[in-house]
């Protein structure tokens, strides 16, 4: 019998499906040895040497697997295909004691029979240059972690915590903030004609452009009358009709954050609810006549390549569906992007044969939109472009220039099952049969004054596009990075826009003053690149992590000599002072918010604050993305609802994260054990430190 050793429980049985009867699953439920809790475990004096232990309730699944493993002829490591799941590999192999040279190592990029056969046939030893990517990561995190949450709880207010990813992703938020606030409006003004032919009523619109062969954009009323003197007699005559077809080319396949970004721009899904459907359809669901089966590739990946036998699959199904003209005469290949680790492919369908139509009756509504959203991409990535009639029309009066623009579809393409492209108001534009040097007849001029807006606020889906566009963070990282702002009360979610909160702002603030050498977005891009040099050049992982350290604890020692305090300020309240008539404030300790005497110190008056214990957000729905409000049961029981209660009604006795549990994939909820804030699973009761987040 050989052993096979995977993470989550999820997999077990679509794994044993292709093993067969000679091999056993066992699955480590994540990790089993990690860095000692409670105390920072590095040891900063020694070559930062991580001072690792068994996870205290891993022990039985440790004892259980070296018991098993003993018995076994051969001992097969199937953790997940990316860094962590190396790592993972190597603490077991180390506890197992198995050889370093030994080819114990396999791995598969999607659950199917082809995949774990081939997985099979080709063991590998560990890959020591990714486990040390892993290590430098997880030490500079809990660093970061465990000695810079301290001084920002004593410079602002107790029980917070900075990240080392999670830091830049709030001064994204609230940089972009403070742009808009400081943004000042500009007016500029449209002019625009309705024109006809003069036997025709079919009116069309053409937008002023240019002026004696020079852009124009009027920026005042009097700009605008001015030219609407000059309008009101000319003769607007056809100057030249210009003809064309143009090409949509259809989108790569999805990576972990394009497929986040269109999950909520066209289902409306929260990073968090994008993160559980993908994974279950990653380990495999319950297909009618199938049993269970997995549905796609793995889902945490930056990369756009797809295999060959993907791509023909891919090609003989579109063209025995719509036909040959659909699929083009070379299959479409897409470059990943320059700091793309590119180690596994893009995210699609394991068999083209298991279309939405087929598995829908066995999915959960939202699984199911996930899943027809990720088909839908991939097919359409390997189909022809989009051809359109494009008409372009210009049309002079006085030497100003009007132009009016149109197109209709003439080949649908890739758009036929799904539409990347966005659609402009001038699409589809309907204009009469014009002619060169023809004049037309004027039917109205108009005029509309606008002025320029603000940057937009960031939702999820651009903030999660924004960490990948400057490199900062990996596929694995961008959702709960995000979700954590909004944990900590960093940031707030209006309708699908990102706010920083007023202590989200503070802590930004701090951080931009005191540790701007280490966090800011330059440099946090740049140690995404040494990880990587790391895991692909076999880098020193510790000489990384020693010359951050050189400068990050500079920082610190001068940021803990400063008395300066960046409080958040009291607010006047209607309540008064029962000893001396004063106004009393809400101030805010460790314990929580209360009322103080503004007349403080000589009135030492204070009482408990119970104002906004309904009104403060406290968390993110897994369901919709809102926030959650406390609430209390008819007994009087705390528990937490979804804001936008009733169209969703989620609800929770303890608040739920975007992390989920390495053990059994359920949600981890927060909870504090013994006066410290960890991550529990309410299934399995594993725990994690949240000062590690």
């Given at each position: 019998m050989?052993?096979?050793?995977?993470?989550?429980?999820?997999?077990?049985?679509?794994?044993?499906?292709?093993?067969g009867?000679?091999?056993?699953?066992?699955?480590?439920?994540g990790?089993v040895?990690d860095?000692?809790?409670?105390?920072?475990?590095?040891?900063?004096?020694?070559?930062?040497?991580?001072?690792?232990?068994i996870?205290?309730d891993?022990?039985?699944?440790?004892?259980?697997?070296?018991?098993?493993?003993e018995k076994?002829?051969?001992?097969?490591?199937a953790?997940d295909p990316?860094?962590e799941?190396?790592?993972?590999?190597?603490?077991?192999?180390n506890?197992?004691?198995?050889?370093?040279?030994?080819k114990c190592?396999?791995?598969?990029?999607?659950?199917?029979?082809?995949?774990?056969?081939?997985?099979?046939?080709?063991?590998?030893?560990?890959?020591?240059?990714?486990?040390?990517a892993?290590q430098?990561?997880?030490?500079?995190?809990?660093?970061?972690?465990?000695?810079?949450?301290?001084?920002?709880?004593?410079?602002?207010?107790p029980?917070?915590?900075?990240?080392?990813?999670?830091?830049?992703?709030l001064?994204?938020v609230?940089?972009?903030?403070?742009?808009?606030?400081?943004?000042k409006?500009?007016?500029?003004?449209?002019?625009?004609?309705?024109?006809?032919?003069?036997?025709?009523?079919q009116?069309?619109?053409?937008?002023?452009?240019?002026?004696?062969?020079?852009?124009?954009?009027?920026?005042?009323?009097?700009?605008?009358?001015?030219?609407i003197?000059?309008?009101?007699?000319?003769?607007?005559?056809?100057?030249n009709?210009?003809k064309?077809?143009?090409?949509a080319n259809?989108?790569?396949?999805?990576?972990?954050?394009?497929?986040?970004?269109?999950?909520?721009?066209?289902?409306?899904?929260?990073l968090?609810?994008?993160?559980?459907?993908?994974?279950?359809?990653?380990?495999?669901?319950?297909?009618?006549?199938?049993?269970?089966?997995?549905?796609i590739?793995?889902?945490?990946?930056?990369?756009?390549?797809?295999?060959p036998?993907?791509?023909?699959s891919?090609?003989?199904?579109?063209?025995?569906?719509?036909?040959?003209?659909?699929?083009p005469?070379?299959p479409?290949?897409?470059?990943?992007?320059?700091?793309?680790?590119?180690?596994?492919?893009?995210?699609?369908?394991i068999?083209i044969?298991?279309?939405?139509?087929r598995?829908?009756?066995?999915?959960?509504?939202?699984?199911f939109?996930?899943?027809?959203?990720?088909?839908?991409?991939?097919?359409?990535s390997?189909?022809?472009?989009?051809i359109?009639?494009?008409?372009?029309?210009?049309?002079t009066?006085n030497?100003?220039?009007?132009?009016?623009?149109?197109?209709?579809?003439?080949f649908?393409?890739?758009?036929?099952?799904?539409n990347?492209?966005?659609?402009?108001?001038?699409?589809?534009?309907?204009?009469?049969?014009?002619?060169?040097?023809?004049?037309?007849?004027l039917?109205?001029?108009?005029?509309?004054?606008?002025?320029?807006?603000?940057?937009?606020?960031?939702?999820e889906a651009?903030?999660?596009?924004?960490?990948?566009?400057?490199?900062?963070?990996?596929?694995?990282t961008?959702?709960?990075t995000i979700t954590?702002?909004?944990?900590?009360?960093?940031t707030?979610?209006?309708?699908?826009?990102?706010?920083?909160?007023?202590?989200?702002?503070?802590?930004?603030?701090?951080?931009?003053?005191?540790?701007?050498?280490?966090?800011?977005?330059?440099?946090?891009?740049?140690?995404?690149?040494?990880?990587?040099?790391?895991?692909?050049?076999?880098?020193?992982?510790?000489?990384?992590?020693?010359?951050?350290w050189?400068?990050?604890?500079?920082?610190?020692?001068?940021?803990?000599?400063?008395?300066e305090?960046?409080k958040?300020?009291?607010?006047?309240?209607?309540?008064?002072?029962?000893?001396c008539?004063?106004?009393m404030?809400?101030?805010?300790?460790?314990?929580?918010?209360f009322?103080?005497?503004?007349?403080?110190?000589a009135?030492?008056?204070i009482?408990?604050?119970?104002?906004?214990?309904?009104?403060?957000?406290?968390?993110?729905?897994i369901?919709?993305?809102?926030?959650?409000?406390?609430?209390?049961?008819?007994?009087?029981?705390?528990?937490?609802?979804?804001s936008?209660?009733?169209?969703?009604k989620?609800?929770?006795?303890?608040?739920?994260?975007?992390e989920?549990?390495?053990?059994?994939?359920?949600?981890?909820?927060?909870?504090?054990?013994?006066?410290?804030?960890?991550?529990?699973?309410?299934?399995?009761?594993?725990?994690?430190?949240?000062?590690?987040?």
């Amino acid at each position: 019998m050989k052993l096979v050793v995977i993470e989550g429980s999820g997999k077990r049985d679509t794994l044993k499906k292709y093993l067969g009867s000679g091999y056993e699953v066992v699955a480590t439920k994540g990790h089993v040895r990690d860095l000692k809790s409670k105390t920072l475990s590095v040891d900063l004096k020694n070559n930062f040497e991580p001072q690792y232990e068994i996870i205290p309730d891993k022990k039985n699944i440790v004892i259980d697997l070296k018991k098993k493993a003993e018995k076994s002829e051969e001992v097969l490591l199937a953790t997940d295909p990316d860094r962590e799941g190396e790592a993972i590999s190597w603490h077991i192999a180390n506890i197992l004691n198995l050889k370093p040279e030994q080819k114990c190592r396999i791995e598969f990029n999607e659950i199917s029979k082809k995949a774990v056969e081939n997985a099979l046939k080709n063991p590998r030893t560990i890959n020591q240059k990714l486990v040390d990517a892993q290590q430098a990561r997880r030490v500079l995190d809990r660093i970061v972690g465990y000695k810079l949450s301290p001084i920002i709880c004593k410079a602002i207010k107790p029980k917070l915590s900075a990240g080392r990813v999670q830091s830049i992703a709030l001064k994204l938020v609230v940089d972009r903030e403070k742009e808009i606030r400081e943004f000042k409006p500009e007016e500029y003004w449209i002019v625009s004609t309705d024109l006809s032919k003069k036997d025709d009523k079919q009116a069309f619109r053409a937008t002023l452009h240019s002026y004696e062969k020079k852009k124009i954009k009027p920026v005042s009323k009097e700009e605008v009358d001015k030219i609407i003197n000059n309008l009101k007699s000319a003769d607007y005559i056809v100057s030249n009709i210009k003809k064309s077809k143009t090409k949509a080319n259809p989108s790569a396949p999805f990576t972990t954050s394009t497929m986040q970004q269109d999950a909520l721009n066209k289902l409306g899904m929260s990073l968090a609810k994008t993160s559980m459907c993908a994974q279950t359809l990653y380990e495999g669901v319950e297909v009618l006549g199938e049993g269970k089966i997995a549905l796609i590739t793995y889902i945490r990946t930056d990369s756009t390549r797809v295999s060959p036998d993907a791509i023909s699959s891919a090609r003989n199904y579109i063209s025995s569906k719509f036909g040959k003209s659909f699929i083009p005469e070379k299959p479409n290949f897409y470059a990943s992007k320059k700091n793309a680790q590119d180690a596994h492919e893009a995210i699609r369908p394991i068999s083209i044969e298991m279309t939405p139509e087929r598995v829908k009756p066995s999915l959960r509504d939202d699984v199911f939109k996930l899943y027809k959203l990720i088909y839908e991409r991939f097919m359409a990535s390997q189909m022809s472009p989009a051809i359109y009639d494009s008409l372009s029309v210009d049309i002079t009066a006085n030497n100003y220039l009007f132009r009016a623009t149109g197109r209709t579809i003439d080949f649908e393409g890739f758009t036929i099952i799904y539409n990347g492209v966005a659609s402009t108001a001038d699409d589809d534009v309907k204009m009469p049969r014009l002619e060169e040097n023809e004049i037309l007849k004027l039917l109205k001029l108009n005029t509309e004054q606008k002025f320029t807006k603000p940057p937009a606020r960031y939702t999820e889906a651009s903030l999660v596009k924004a960490m990948e566009e400057k490199g900062i963070g990996r596929p694995a990282t961008y959702a709960p990075t995000i979700t954590v702002l909004a944990l900590r009360g960093y940031t707030i979610k209006e309708n699908k826009s990102l706010l920083p909160t007023e202590l989200g702002e503070l802590v930004s603030d701090y951080l931009d003053k005191y540790f701007k050498g280490v966090i800011n977005v330059k440099f946090t891009a740049n140690m995404e690149d040494k990880l990587d040099e790391i895991a692909e050049k076999g880098e020193d992982w510790q000489n990384v992590v020693a010359k951050f350290w050189d400068g990050f604890k500079d920082l610190l020692e001068g940021a803990d000599k400063t008395s300066e305090e960046f409080k958040i300020k009291p607010i006047e309240t209607d309540e008064i002072c029962k000893l001396c008539g004063n106004k009393m404030l809400l101030r805010e300790s460790r314990y929580g918010k209360f009322l103080g005497c503004s007349n403080f110190p000589a009135c030492k008056s204070i009482e408990k604050y119970y104002g906004d214990q309904e009104q403060k957000l406290v968390g993110v729905c897994i369901e919709c993305g809102k926030g959650l409000l406390p609430r209390r049961s008819k007994k009087g029981k705390l528990y937490y609802a979804c804001s936008g209660y009733p169209e969703c009604k989620f609800m929770s006795w303890d608040i739920p994260t975007s992390e989920k549990c390495p053990q059994c994939k359920e949600v981890l909820y927060k909870k504090t054990l013994k006066g410290k804030n960890v991550l529990k699973c309410i299934k399995c009761n594993y725990i994690k430190d949240e000062e590690e987040i």
